[in-house]
């Protein structure tokens, strides 16, 4: 049974750092993608960064390309997200997410999702 754990979160002003972490079990984690997307309030969950299962492929959404960085630790298991300069925009709850597809131009959706982790929560003040 594949296991999303997120963790990480937390309240911080505009111009901090956050390390999100995803703990991933029940699957070999060398052939998964693996994405994190994100949902605020009233909005639809959105793409945010992913991780191709070869090589070093990665993708961002515009919006945090230059100050959020994915990365994994296949040798532990977890997925990480570095975000650095965040902005209240960057407000939501923040989702693991094991793609069953890829998005080669980069705009991953939902439906390039098979797993969801439960989400960690990241709120930004100004």
């Known amino acids: 049974q594949v296991q999303l754990t997120e963790s990480g979160g937390g309240s911080v002003q505009a111009g901090d750092s956050l390390k999100l972490s995803c703990t991933v079990s029940?699957?070999?984690?060398?052939?998964?993608?693996l994405a994190w997307f994100r949902q605020s309030p009233g909005n639809e969950r959105e793409f945010v960064a992913a991780?191709?299962?070869?090589?070093?492929?990665?993708w961002y959404h515009d919006s945090v390309k230059g100050r959020f960085t994915i990365s994994k630790d296949s040798a532990k298991d977890i997925l990480y997200l570095q975000m650095n300069n965040l902005k209240p925009e960057d407000t939501g709850l923040y989702y693991c997410?094991?793609?069953?597809?890829?998005?080669?131009?980069?705009?991953?959706?939902?439906?390039?999702?098979?797993?969801w982790g439960q989400g960690t929560q990241v709120s930004v003040s100004s």
């Open positions: 997410a094991k793609l069953s597809t890829y998005a080669t131009n980069g705009g991953f959706g939902t439906s390039n999702v098979r797993f």
């Open positions: 991780i191709a299962h070869y090589g070093g492929e990665l």
């Open positions: 029940g699957v070999p984690f060398r052939s998964v993608g």
